[in-house]
């Protein structure tokens, strides 16, 4: 009674133990993904590094195109060649010369980003395309996995009602027929008799008798005792896990807000780029203007008389310039556009692969369950 006692506590202890295994897995799960959010603040980090490494340089370049800005602005404005003057030019000198207007390289320029700005256009637009098929293809694998997971819980419903039938049915033989009077009490007695039988068979060939007994239930209490221990080491790899957990927890918890300062950062990187390029524009203007025949050192200027309706027209090259412009923003929109239809479709091309494994996992679930069935 001892040993029976014994082998029912151990039991219990032993039944825990699949619970701890559980526990461990669980365990085991969430380090993987403590890991690999680990892993991605490693990387935010490393891009943040090189972001702050990019703002640097483009502000020391933003303050030297102010500066230049600055002089050549001196030079144009200073006394000279002006709307209301008449230059007399002295003999010329061999390394004189004007350059060649800027402004048709813009327009050269202007038609490039055009052409680029068409591309990208097409590009978008191919896309689009690819998203809204991905779209519907995860449609149907969703309709097709809920079906799938329809014919299983049929399946399940129709093997539970066989497996209840057949228990109603067990012991009752092939040859049992209802009968009434005295060979129905003779036919009860018998199936008693014989479940009698099969009980004392069944209980001698799972517990022997005397010291076959004896030797049989310590040999089981010693295997308990084995798994009781492993369930111990479970319980110490249990408190290894959750050990290591609370650590990555706390360095993965340090920072969270990577998304906004990446962000912020290249919010601020592309508004240096930005100012940087009208910076320059402005200086070509500045130098152009510097530049132009006027009030140099080897010149004489003439004052002529003012005339109210003198003027002259906006220079048109400006117009292309700005142009230009606009066509680089529509040309960085679309790139940011384009970047976002490709993650778009990656994310889709994603939840399409995991939709398929369900359903092929619901189909042979479909597979086993149908086999069982006919079997």
């Not at 809920?146 to 049929?154: D, G, L, R, S, T």
């Not at 910076?279 to 008389?305: F, H, M, Y």
Request: glycine share 6%.
């Amino acid at each position: 009674m001892y040993l029976q006692n014994k082998i029912v506590e151990l039991r219990c202890k032993v039944a825990e133990k699949q619970v701890n295994e559980d526990v461990i897995a669980a365990l085991k799960t969430e380090i993987c993904e403590l890991k690999q959010s680990a892993f991605m603040k490693t990387n935010s980090e490393q891009e943040i590094a090189g972001l702050r490494k990019e703002v640097n340089p483009l502000r020391d370049q933003n303050e030297r195109v102010v500066l230049e800005i600055g002089q050549w602005k001196e030079q144009a404005l200073r006394p000279g060649n002006k709307r209301g003057s008449v230059v007399l030019q002295t003999p010329d000198v061999s390394n004189r010369g004007s350059p060649k207007p800027g402004w048709t390289d813009n327009v050269r320029e202007e038609g490039k980003w055009k052409a680029e700005y068409r591309n990208i256009q097409s590009l978008h637009r191919l896309a689009n395309i690819e998203v809204e098929a991905l779209k519907e293809k995860r449609v149907e694998g969703e309709a097709r996995r809920m079906e799938a997971e329809k014919q299983v819980k049929v399946l399940e419903e129709k093997m539970g009602q066989l497996m209840v039938s057949g228990e109603k049915g067990i012991g009752k033989g092939k040859s049992v027929e209802v009968v009434s009077g005295d060979s129905a009490i003779e036919e009860a007695a018998r199936l008693r008799k014989e479940n009698e039988d099969l009980k004392r068979k069944l209980s001698e060939a799972l517990y022997p008798v005397g010291d076959d007994r004896v030797m049989h239930l310590q040999n089981e209490i010693v295997e308990l005792c084995r798994k009781v221990g492993e369930k111990q080491v479970n319980e110490d790899v249990i408190a290894a896990l959750k050990t290591e957990i609370c650590e990555l927890k706390k360095s993965a918890f340090i920072k969270t807000n990577f998304k906004q300062e990446i962000a912020g950062l290249r919010k601020k990187v592309n508004l240096l780029r930005d100012q940087n390029e009208r910076a320059v524009l402005k200086i070509g203007q500045w130098k152009e203007q510097a530049l132009r025949p006027g009030n140099k050192g080897d010149s004489v200027v003439l004052q002529t008389p003012d005339v109210s309706n003198q003027g002259s027209p906006k220079p048109q090259w400006t117009d292309n310039v700005r142009e230009e412009d606009q066509w680089k923003a529509w040309y960085r929109n679309l790139q940011s556009l384009h970047r976002l239809a490709n993650i778009e479709a990656e994310a889709l091309k994603e939840k399409r692969a995991e939709a398929r494994a369900r359903r092929m996992e619901a189909e042979n679930q479909v597979r086993v369950w149908r086999r069982r069935w006919y079997n």
